[in-house]
């Protein structure tokens, strides 16, 4: 049936049938190529997985004094990551909160956010790259503009509709002050829904991180897998891709955890 609820037992075991799914996959379509070309490297097998495993976590005595490619990639991207999300996301939930509580700071700004929001990120490169130049403050301005529109969109019509007016009146009523209002009643009333926002931005938050690493600096992610997929080193660039995915998903957990830790009521 529709929307029929499963067991928490059942939804685990299901998800570990998709893992195993898609490793199968893998593995039928890396022996298909190997089995037209023996030489080919485009899609490894476990093998040479395990050799692109061993190759990112083994000491860099040449480049890196020691450390390996995943450390001084992780902390370079984590960095800006996390800094250009966190910029974005905290500016995306002000603006939304404020046009979902004044409405004539959603007419002034819910036109420009529109506007802005179908603009591609990664089509803003150049503008970036002669605003900010190539530094630190370029990949947080990439992450931060491709986040905070979406965002605050999001959050605003969750301010708009998840809070029946009669709440405000009650809060009214009682003495509260526009700040109590909006920190105690709107804030908190669409806490889960600002949470499950970001969620949805980790993302594209990662896309526009690669994106600027791409071609704009010597150190992260975006920069390992242009390099090693221009050497063809394809055992490098799917461990890569299996570790951010798997960042993501701590991410996500983390923030699924932080939402019902903050709101239980929200289920």
Request: hydrophobic content about 50%.
């Given at each position: ?9 059942t ?37 040479e ?50 046009m979902?509580c ?41 992450i ?22 009669e ?92 939402r ?8």
């Amino acid at each position: 049936m529709i929307r029929r609820p499963i067991s928490q037992r059942t939804r685990i075991v299901l998800g570990i049938v998709a893992f195993v799914l898609l490793a199968l996959t893998y593995t039928g379509i890396s022996q298909s190529r190997y089995a037209k070309n023996p030489n080919q490297t485009t899609v490894p097998g476990w093998k040479e997985l395990a050799g692109g495993v061993h190759k990112i976590l083994a000491p860099d005595t040449v480049d890196y004094d020691g450390h390996c490619w995943l450390l001084v990639d992780s902390i370079a991207s984590f960095k800006r990551l996390f800094t250009g999300l966190g910029i974005g996301c905290l500016a995306g939930i002000v603006i939304g909160v404020a046009m979902g509580c004044y409405t004539v700071v959603e007419a002034l700004l819910l036109p420009p956010l529109t506007f802005l929001a179908k603009i591609p990120p990664t089509a803003m490169l150049a503008v970036f790259f002669a605003l900010v130049g190539v530094n630190f403050g370029f990949f947080v301005a990439m992450i931060a503009f491709g986040v905070m529109p979406t965002l605050a969109q999001a959050v605003f019509q969750a301010s708009r509709n998840d809070v029946p007016d009669e709440l405000i009146h009650k809060a009214n009523t009682l003495g509260a002050s526009q700040a109590e209002v909006i920190w105690n009643v709107i804030f908190r009333q669409v806490l889960p829904r600002v949470l499950d926002a970001i969620r949805l931005q980790v993302g594209p938050a990662l896309v526009y991180l690669i994106a600027a690493e791409w071609g704009n600096t010597d150190i992260g992610f975006g920069y390992r897998l242009r390099f090693e997929s221009r050497l063809l080193h394809m055992n490098v660039v799917y461990v890569y891709l299996a570790y951010l995915g798997v960042v993501g998903l701590l991410m996500d957990f983390v923030l699924v955890q932080m939402r019902r830790r903050l709101c239980p009521w929200f289920g």
